[in-house]
């Protein structure tokens, strides 16, 4: 038991420190968006309907919520995935110079330090490949076509077949510095609570479509840095979460 106190201390609140942050040293804060190629394909996603909804009773979503590791071979539509990326990371406003944004999440100080990547597999409209999701505009940019999704997915995942099966992988990096130019050193166990914040709104919008997800924490953090092309330092994967149509 005297070896797990050590690792319990990063569970706790520690804001009482005397720390002097970025923020307060009046150093410019990150930008609220990845920097991103402007050559590449850019993808519009589509409106928010009601009409998608199977359930319209957030009550019912949270009764019948529950983690989905078989899924169907049916696609996801793009209005779908518009909206599953929506309730996840969309943009409702921005606040002040580019200041702060608020979304559909709540997130420590509105700093929400998450970028969101697609591993897409069966999506209608979309080619197999990677994405990376642009919340300030509501679009989608490709980053290279793949054929082995499912294969890398399966494999990033420490063999969680059932991941390889998905129509689309969400997966989550963060980029620490949003956090911790606030922050400071205390900013970390608070970015980890705002991954939750988006997991639960995946797993209640993919309910009320008739989709299913299950959050993954435990995946190879060098495959899945090199499935999404990030320096795994200043940005890495956090977080993922199969989606797919359920029975």
């Not at 009409?51 to 983690?67: A, E, H, Q, T, V």
């Not at 911790?180 to 209640?204: P, T």
Request: proline share 4%.
């Amino acid at each position: 038991m005297e070896k797990y106190k050590t690792y319990r201390k990063f569970m706790k609140s520690d804001f009482e420190q005397d720390i002097e942050s970025d923020q307060q040293k009046q150093l410019p804060q990150p930008p609220l968006q990845k920097p991103y190629d402007k050559e590449r394909v850019i993808i519009d996603l589509p409106n928010i309907e009601n009409s998608i909804l199977k359930k319209n009773s957030i009550l019912r979503c949270i009764n019948d919520r529950k983690s989905h590791r078989k899924y169907t071979d049916k696609s996801i539509t793009l209005e779908e995935l518009s909206y599953l990326l929506w309730t996840t990371q969309g943009v409702k406003d921005v606040k002040g110079d580019n200041y702060a944004t608020l979304r559909t999440v709540p997130s420590g100080g509105a700093r929400h330090p998450f970028e969101t990547y697609l591993a897409v597999e069966n999506v209608q409209g979309l080619e197999k490949g990677v994405y990376r999701y642009l919340p300030l505009s509501h679009q989608l940019i490709l980053l290279y076509k793949c054929n082995e999704i499912p294969k890398k997915i399966t494999e990033g995942t420490l063999g969680q077949k059932f991941a390889g099966t998905a129509a689309v992988n969400f997966i989550w990096s963060c980029i620490p510095y949003r956090g911790e130019w606030r922050y400071d050193i205390v900013s970390h166990k608070v970015m980890l609570l705002d991954a939750g914040h988006m997991a639960q709104n995946l797993y209640l919008a993919s309910e009320s479509i008739g989709c299913g997800t299950c959050a993954i924490a435990a995946y190879d953090q060098d495959k899945m840095n090199e499935l999404i092309k990030v320096d795994g330092e200043d940005e890495f994967v956090l977080y993922m979460s199969p989606v797919g149509k359920v029975k």
